[in-house]
Every structure is written in C-alpha cells, then in structure tokens.
C-alpha cells in the first residue's frame, strides 16, 4: 500500500517536468520563429495555398533583403524550375556558386541544381559537364542517376551500361534489367545494318545481364534467321514462353511465319493453339485466326473464335467473330453484320490500346521503354480491355 501512495506522490511531479519542458521548447521554437523574416512565412503560406507566383515574389523579396541567405536562393530557384522559368533558374543557382564563402555542402548542392536546369531546359552537354563534377561528392548517386536518363535520351546506350553499373556499384540498387535493354537497343541498330554476328554477342550479353529478357529472345531468333537458320530461329522464339507465357503474343507471329517456311504449318497451328490455352490473348487470337482460315476454312476460325469468346468475352473477341461470321454470310444479312462490325470496330479501337502500368500511358503498338514515363518493361503484353476482364 506504502508503495503505490508513493507513485501517487510521484505524478504530479513528472505532470511539473513535463509541463517545464514543454516551456522550454516552446520558448525555443518561439525564438527561432522570430529570427526568420516575415517574407518567409508569407512566401510558405502561399506555396501551402497553391500561389507559386506570389510565393517567388515574396521569396524574392528575403533574397534582396539578406543576399546572405543559401536556402531561400534554392527554395527561389527550385520554384523557377517547376514552373519553367529555366533562365532565372540558372542565374539564382550560378549567383549561389559564385559566392566565394559558400560552404562545400552548399556549392554540390548548387552545383546539383544547376545541372538539373541545364537537364530541363535540354542544354544536355551543359547537364552532363555538371553533373560529372558531382561524381566523387556527396551528391554522386543522383549525378548518376541524371547522368543515365541524359545518356538514354541521347541514345548513347555504351554510355547508359557504364552509368547504369556506376549506380549498381555505388550502392543505388540492380540496374540488371535496364543494362540488359541498352544492349538490346544496340544489338537492334546492329541488325538494321546488317551486322548479324555483333548483334549476337550484344544479345548474349543481355540475356547475361538479365535472363528473362523476353526483348532479347525475340532479337536474337530474328538475328538467326538474317542468317538462315530459321529451325534454330524457331527454338529461340519457343523459349519465349519459358521467359513469360503472356509475352508469348508479341512472337506468335514470327512463329508462324517460321513454320511456314519450313512446311510445318499445321504444327504451328497447334503449337499457337495450346498457347492460347494458357494465356488467351486477342493479339494471339488473330495470328491464329488467319493461320486457320488458311488451313481449315471459315467455319474451324468461326468456331475458335466463338470458343475464345466464350472463355473471355470482350469487345476485341465479339469483332473478330463479327468478321469471321461475314465471310460467308448470305447477301441478306450481310450488310447488316457490316454495319454492327462497324460499330464495334471503332468501338474496339479505343480499347486496342497498350497501357503503361507506371505512368498510364497509352499506346497502339506495344513498347519496350514507355514513351510517357520512360521506364523500362512497363507495358503488360495485353490490350486494355483484356486487362479489364482479368480483373
């Protein structure tokens, strides 16, 4: 009983520590509250209300007032940069490097900022330079990092596998995929011209960097058959589906096309068919739709078609049915079917589309490195409206 009296007696007094500390920091935040100019409060509430013009009159302001001020020249500049105005920008950052009292940390910091100007005004020789200032400071990493996207940009790919390892090797995370899509870019314009044997060694170091790079399978059975071997371009393209089963719709059709040639349709036929079972797909679906109608008629590509449908009804599949139901549909009706094939087509054609599972951008034909966001392997191997009825 004498025990818990005694932690009755002791509330109170941790309730008077409690209250004195308090006191302090308040005072203490008080005091600094004070020191800071009146512009800068005003300049954040305006920030805070969406009023970036306001806000830079008011930063501008503390500048005039205390030039000695470091952080509110980068608050000033970062705000010319969002909105565009690139050349203030770069005047309030190179004033800031000119100052031969800035501390170290200060002078990377701007000389960062900097090189994110030059970046967003395109001035890409100016970023570069600066940014390889930063490569041994403190700011090394994002100097990589913006170093890569300008290499990319410029389509120098040698230059985005050094940088892109440089960030591997300072610690910034695997990097395996991207290097092994800078090769496929390279080994690609070695085949446009030609140079079947340089695009082999570049596509094995991909697949060395990253071995389920689907991109790199595909380009590397289309280098084997520039020089022929078109049975051996037939087992790289197979190896697709070991990589990634919906991924396999992006080489249906070189696949049927190789088996062609090799007078082994039919076997073509079967192999697309039992892909399809696994992973339907409406790109997937038209391959094999012709395929049929050349080998079995209208009527075996009417049924595959109502048979997918049935599986996963979606727009894409109801208008490739409405095509194979007009091929040999009677006079009397077949103006009909064209009209309601019309309508769902250009209905079809809106959900046709590629879409970015970063950034949502949208796109007809399907791409490696998204045009909107510029991120690598982000585009499913599926159409919207697929998608849609997955989930």
Excluded at 242 to 248: A, D, K, L, T
Aim: negative net charge; charged residues 25%.
């Amino acid at each position: 009983m004498e025990f818990e009296l005694w932690w009755l007696l002791g509330i109170p007094v941790f309730f008077a520590l409690g209250w004195i500390a308090a006191r302090v920091d308040i005072k203490q935040l008080l005091d600094e509250s004070r020191s800071l100019p009146r512009g800068y409060f005003k300049g954040l509430n305006f920030l805070l209300n969406e009023q970036p013009d306001k806000a830079i009159d008011a930063f501008i302001e503390i500048v005039k007032l205390d030039p000695e001020t470091a952080d509110m020249h980068f608050a000033l500049g970062n705000l010319f940069r969002r909105r565009g105005e690139i050349e203030r920008a770069i005047r309030v950052h190179q004033n800031l490097l000119a100052r031969p009292d800035l501390p170290l940390e200060q002078q990377e910091h701007a000389q960062y900022e900097l090189g994110m100007d030059y970046l967003k005004a395109g001035l890409l020789d100016r970023s570069e330079e600066t940014f390889n200032l930063l490569l041994e400071s403190s700011y090394g990493v994002q100097a990589r990092r913006a170093l890569l996207e300008i290499f990319q940009r410029e389509k120098e790919w040698r230059r985005a596998i050094e940088a892109a390892r440089g960030l591997q090797d300072s610690g910034a995370g695997a990097r395996q995929k991207e290097i092994a899509q800078f090769y496929c870019e390279l080994a690609q314009d070695a085949l446009v011209h030609m140079q079947v044997t340089e695009a082999v060694a570049l596509l094995d170091k991909a697949l060395h960097a990253d071995r389920k790079n689907v991109r790199a399978t595909m380009l590397l059975g289309d280098a084997q058959l520039a020089e022929g071997d078109v049975e051996g371009a037939l087992m790289t393209w197979r190896r697709v589906e070991q990589q990634s089963v919906p991924h396999v719709a992006l080489v249906a059709a070189r696949l049927m096309d190789g088996y062609k040639k090799v007078g082994r349709a039919q076997e073509g036929v079967n192999l697309l068919r039992s892909y399809l079972a696994e992973a339907s797909s409406i790109d997937l679906i038209e391959v094999v739709f012709k395929a049929v109608i050349e080998l079995d008629g209208v009527e075996a590509a009417k049924q595959l078609v109502v048979e997918e449908l049935r599986r996963n009804p979606t727009l894409l599949g109801l208008d490739k049915l409405l095509e194979a139901r007009m091929m040999d549909a009677p006079a009397a009706i077949w103006e009909e079917l064209s009209m309601v094939k019309n309508l769902v087509h250009g209905y079809t054609q809106k959900l046709a589309r590629y879409q970015c599972s970063q950034c949502g951008f949208k796109a007809r034909q399907f791409y490696w490195q998204c045009p909107g966001c510029s991120r690598w392997e982000t585009y499913p191997p599926r159409r919207t409206e697929e998608l849609n009825v997955m989930n």
